[in-house]
């Protein structure tokens, strides 16, 4: 009676890397408008041995006065999703003309190592989103991180008392400052949870090459990263971490209204974060230039710690075999956690994406369609 969603994205949903990357390829394909295909190899190798890519796709115009740029795993694991939001993408516009003054941009697996090995962190144990910071500069503190990292991980392997150390931080601290000292970013612990590194990752190099060429201080631009693992099950929020005052702010939400929350101001699934691949976006965009993270809810977030605490415990013992039945068991709650095994969680994702790319597309345009 009422149908489903009818797109192929849906029914080709990624198993892994290598299926997310044959459909887009495919996609590619019966594209009409693609000015441009950059296939960027990374050094390392995925977890069945296949070479990696990080695939950037420019479609339409390359003198487009708005371009939309769709980012995928930029947390390795969370790409199925965001991969599948830009098969959907690039299956419509193999159907739809592109007009003359929109480009649309697609990033595929800008963490393809973790995409193909299960984590959210690249083959160095760095998070992509805390590895934005000026490493000739002193770097962010962690010292809240650094009085729980034998707790998160404990090396003697006592998870009970680790555990009771931490619910004791949590009950002194509040949730608040709890949350922030774990996953806030970190820069002492190379084994540890939200790890931001040590010098600019690949994946950052590659960005800030491709943004040195791509003029985007003379467009309208609106960016989309798209992740999983944070707030309700199923539900999209668009994440802005633009300054609370600033035009591109004030921007976002006029165009996509009480979609956008703005951690900031603690309205957010997210909190204040530093080292996010956003700020590269931000100084080289014009000051209205908006970049949203679209951030779809799964389980609760004190899962997801206990989740990342057994992959980088596993990790910190050396590189698991991906076949060990050990790994496997870590990989597929890490799986879980950040692309539940629903079909009513993928059609959400799909939807809510059609819904806000529909959006931004009519609004670079200038087309005020009632947010
Ligand atoms: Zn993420």
Redesign the pocket.
């Known amino acids: 009676m009422f149908d489903p969603l009818v797109s192929p994205a849906l029914q080709q949903y990624p198993a892994d890397y290598c299926q997310a990357r044959s459909n887009l390829l495919n996609a590619m394909e019966k594209q009409t408008c693609l000015l441009e295909h950059e296939a960027i190899r990374h050094d390392a190798k995925g977890a069945l041995g296949e070479p990696l890519f990080t695939d950037i796709l420019w479609l339409g115009r390359n003198d487009a006065e708005n371009v939309l740029v769709l980012i995928s795993a ?2 390795g694991v ?1 790409g199925f999703a965001g991969s599948a939001i830009q098969h959907d993408v690039l299956l419509q516009l193999a159907r739809t003309a592109l007009p003359d003054n929109l480009a649309v941009v697609i990033i595929h697996a800008l963490n393809p190592w973790g995409f193909s090995h299960l984590r ?1 962190v690249n083959e160095k144990g760095i998070d992509l ?1 805390r590895n934005s910071v000026d490493f000739q500069q002193v770097l962010p503190e962690s010292a809240d991180y650094n009085l729980l990292a034998g707790s998160i991980l404990p090396t003697d392997g006592n998870w009970q008392a680790a555990d009771q150390q931490l619910l004791l931080h949590a009950a002194q601290w509040g949730e608040q400052r709890f949350r922030r000292a774990i996953t806030s970013g970190q820069y002492t612990h190379p084994a540890g949870l939200f790890y931001g590194g040590d010098a600019p990752a690949f994946s950052r190099q590659l960005i800030e090459r491709k943004l040195g060429g791509w003029q985007l201080d003379q467009r309208q631009v609106l960016v989309l ?1 798209l ?4 707030g309700p099950f199923g539900h999209g929020e668009l994440v802005c971490d633009h300054p609370a005052d600033s035009l591109a702010s004030h921007k976002a939400r006029q165009w996509f209204n009480r979609l956008v929350s703005l951690p900031e101001t603690g309205n957010s699934c997210s909190i204040p974060l530093v080292g996010l691949m956003d700020y590269l976006w931000h100084s080289a965009m014009r000051e209205d230039g908006i970049y949203l ?1 679209l ?1 779809y809810g799964t389980y609760p977030v004190l899962r997801m710690l206990e989740v990342l605490r057994r992959d980088h415990w596993l990790y910190a013992q050396g590189v698991p075999d991906f076949c060990d039945p050990q790994a496997q068991a870590i990989r597929a709650e890490l799986r879980e956690f ?1 692309d539940p095994d629903s079909t009513l969680w993928r059609e959400s994702v799909l939807l809510r994406a059609r819904q806000v790319i529909r959006t931004g597309w009519q609004r670079l345009l200038g087309v005020d369609s009632g947010a």
């Open positions: 930029t947390h969370e959210r989103n990263d992740h999983t693992g944070l993270t951030e950040f």
